[in-house]
């Protein structure tokens, strides 16, 4: 004879452990969510013109973050680079990468980006966490070989200095924090990304992350 059961709830219960762990993660995917809406709903500046001549093809692949304008949504960061593939004929996957220093672990975040407008013109629109798309303006690029990139948003909230290498020359960096100040971005606030773990771990991340 078979016995009855028994509800047995034990196994739905968390500990005030994993509770933290799942409100850290809530406020953290709240403020990625609230950044980027922020940023696609500010308005255009006029003077933070995207490169012309933009070639997306030569664009394609790693870049890593240099420096950065403090965000939410890169609290604690550290070895920041992203990785820009074809999706398909009219889109672009995005995966963003980073080490979490507090918590010592890789974050990734996958999305993907279309074009604004002219595909000429260094001007996106990436997305997250769909429907919000926010600004992405290539507002100064090495014409010549694609090694760096300025990269904004709407407007002087956002910026971040790009490279393929995990660091620039002195004086290509000085030029480019030299154009981001004339521009009118506060320079003195720039955050210096450090990048001293071995890529193979941001890699496996590249590989496991979820599609959008």
Known sequence: MQRGTRNDTSSFMTTPTTMNIIT??????????TGLFLASCTEETATLT?????DAARYLGRWYEIARLPNRFEEGLA???????????????????????????WRSVRGIARFAGARDVGHLRVSFFRPFYASYKIIALDTNAY??????????SYLWLLARTPQ???ATRTMLIEKAA???????RLIYVVHERDDSFAAKELREASPP
């Open 50 to 54: 995207p490169v012309s001549n933009f």
């Open 147 to 156: 090694q760096y990139a300025l990269v904004t948003g709407n407007d002087f």
């Open 79 to 105: 070895d920041v680079r992203a990785e820009y593939a074809p999706r398909d004929t009219a889109t672009i996957t995005v995966v963003n990468t980073g080490y979490d220093v507090a918590q010592q672990r």
């Open 168 to 170: 620039l020359p002195d």
């Open 182 to 188: 004339a521009l009118g971005f506060a320079t003195n």
């Open 24 to 33: 850290r993660t809530f406020k953290h995917l709240i403020s990625i969510v």
